[in-house]
């Protein structure tokens, strides 16, 4: 357990000693289904990635074994770090479109009937 002031881990890299670099685990700490199913959908449109899946070891853990296996030489945090990206850029798009559609339903309601 993290030590009072010492920021607890979010991520790590598991990789068998002399193991390929396009074959990794990456645990996330602190997350369930939802950011796991949505990464992995993510990682997987990538052309490069041969493999990815996730597994919650316990339904009383929250944390999630990533396993993501490349081809062609690509390391795994590549796809990782893409899919990231990818996935923040679609949920800012839903949250802005989200917003913009408030505004102008508030808007709407504003205005007097006639």
């Known amino acids: 357990m993290a030590e009072d002031g010492e920021k607890k881990r979010v ?19 602190d997350e369930d289904h939802t950011l796991g ?15 990815c899946g996730y597994t919650i070891t316990h339904p009383s853990e929250t944390k999630i074994n990533f396993r993501i ?24 798009h839903v949250l802005n479109t989200f917003q913009a559609r408030v505004n102008e339903f508030k808007e709407r309601q504003e205005k007097p009937m006639e």
């Open 11 to 29: 991520l790590e890299m598991v990789q068998a000693d002399g193991a390929d670099e396009g074959c990794v685990t990456f645990v996330l700490h």
């Open 37 to 51: 199913n949505s990464v992995r959908y993510m990682i997987m449109k990538n052309p490069d990635v041969d493999f």
């Open 69 to 92: 296996q490349t081809r062609g030489g690509v390391a795994a945090i590549e796809p990782l770090r893409r899919g990231l990206t990818e996935l923040s850029d679609v949920c800012q």
